[in-house]
């Protein structure tokens, strides 16, 4: 017999029974989670945070509550040892190395590496918490969003309306409104949906969003998502999680020179001269995961990504030399022995 004073719910696919007249604050603490680190969605509406301790549950609801977790993957003043700042969409950072939260071996391995690295920003993908493990630890309690910037992003997402309700969790999480949006074709390349790319970003943007978005090298798309709001551009360099380096120097030069926001590298990358080479064709940045998380020691590839990221932009600056044909001699011909 059905208690009548319980309700029957769904959370994150779980049905389960709670007592009539629980609020969703009293339900996220039952389960073991603290209402100010997850975004609540019931019945496809987010709930404001700061109305979750007075909304009542429902017979029937339907909710997901989501966290972060490890996942995906301009000129400016020059400073000591050899960086320089740069800015998007208002806030400035000096790193110009951005670095995923997915595929290490542990939390903590994680944190070592992105402290290696001088990164400063770092994607996070939107998830479900889990339920079933009260005790699994959070990626907050080991890179701190006051001090490093969380970039949620929409890995695994195939149409614009997915990446959208991700990003609308997101943005409840944590309230960031600078994200990184992805929209994949499909799942054997994970190159990017540019139909779907491009309605996203609208949307998005319109919303107050400010999305940074990883796209086709393309200069033409580049050029109509910064129309549409776009405030970074983020070209593949190669197949996400490739580690083959960048296979089309010349389009993503395009792009740098066309754009009026950032250009950034991302997916592709996969030891320090690939991220040198992003540098020295002018890039703002460059995004990697793989190229760290799957290295046989992440932290000490995490100082040469810094370092590569830093010789690059350095190289940049300075100007290469031209190339010439033949040899041109260091040393003067003319008063031989």
Request: aromatic residues 4%.
């Amino acid at each position: 017999m059905v208690d009548d004073q319980t309700l029957s719910i769904r959370v994150n696919g779980e049905h389960r029974r709670v007592p009539k007249g629980m609020t969703i604050a009293q339900l996220a603490l039952e389960l073991g989670l603290e209402p100010t680190k997850v975004a609540v969605e019931r019945n496809l509406e987010i709930v404001p945070r700061s109305t979750l301790a007075d909304v009542e549950i429902e017979d029937g609801d339907d909710y997901e509550i989501v966290t972060f977790v490890g996942g995906g993957d301009h000129v400016g003043t020059a400073t000591e040892g050899g960086t320089d700042s740069w800015t998007v969409a208002g806030r400035t950072f000096r790193s110009r190395l951005i670095v995923g939260t997915g595929k290490y071996k542990s939390l903590e391995q994680n944190a070592a590496a992105v402290e290696a690295s001088g990164a400063e920003i770092v994607t996070v993908a939107v998830r479900r918490v889990n339920i079933a493990d009260r005790s699994q630890p959070l990626l907050m309690d080991y890179i701190d969003p006051k001090i490093i910037t969380y970039l949620p992003n929409t890995a695994g997402c195939f149409t614009a309306e997915e990446a959208i309700r991700t990003l609308r969790l997101a943005r409840e999480a944590g309230g960031w409104t600078l994200v990184k949006l992805e929209v994949l074709g499909e799942a054997k390349t994970l190159y990017p949906d540019m139909v779907e790319t491009l309605r996203a970003t609208e949307i998005l943007a319109k919303e107050g969003f400010e999305p940074m978005v990883y796209c086709a090298d393309d200069p033409i798309a580049a050029k109509r998502l910064e129309d549409l709001g776009a405030v970074a551009i983020m070209p593949l360099g190669a197949p996400i999680g490739s580690g083959l380096g960048l296979q089309n120097q010349v389009m993503i030069r395009l792009m740098v020179e066309n754009s009026k926001v950032p250009v950034l590298v991302d997916a592709g990358v996969g030891t320090a001269s690939d991220a040198a080479v992003a540098m020295e064709l002018g890039c703002d940045g460059v995004l990697m995961n793989t190229a760290i998380a799957e290295a046989k020691d992440p932290v000490l590839m995490a100082r040469a990504m810094k370092a590569a990221v830093e010789a690059g932009r350095l190289a940049y600056r300075a100007g290469r030399m031209g190339k010439r044909r033949y040899a041109d001699p260091s040393s003067p011909l003319a008063g031989l022995i």
